[in-house]
């Protein structure tokens, strides 16, 4: 999942050699932290917050699959 998540913001942004994905496991579900560039943060959210909701059901798709739930916050 941490692979995925990495390949497809890489793909969204300018500067892909500032992005860092963090995650922690809390119960039942893994929580993930990506950080980008600060003029990176607007392409990850996209309008309305169209592109993070749907980098949000890919990560759910991609967990739902091995059993687990994901959930994807993006910080500066």
Do not use: C, N, Y
């Amino acid at each position: 999942m941490k692979e995925f998540l990495e390949f497809i913001a890489s793909h969204l942004v300018d500067h892909p050699e500032m992005i860092s994905l963090d995650h922690e496991e809390r119960e039942d579900k893994i929580v993930f932290r990506l950080h980008v560039a600060e003029q990176d943060v607007g392409k990850v959210i996209g309008k309305k917050g169209r592109t993070a909701q749907s980098l949000r059901v890919l990560l759910a798709a991609v967990a739902a699959r091995q059993g687990k739930r994901a959930i994807l916050e993006i910080a500066e």
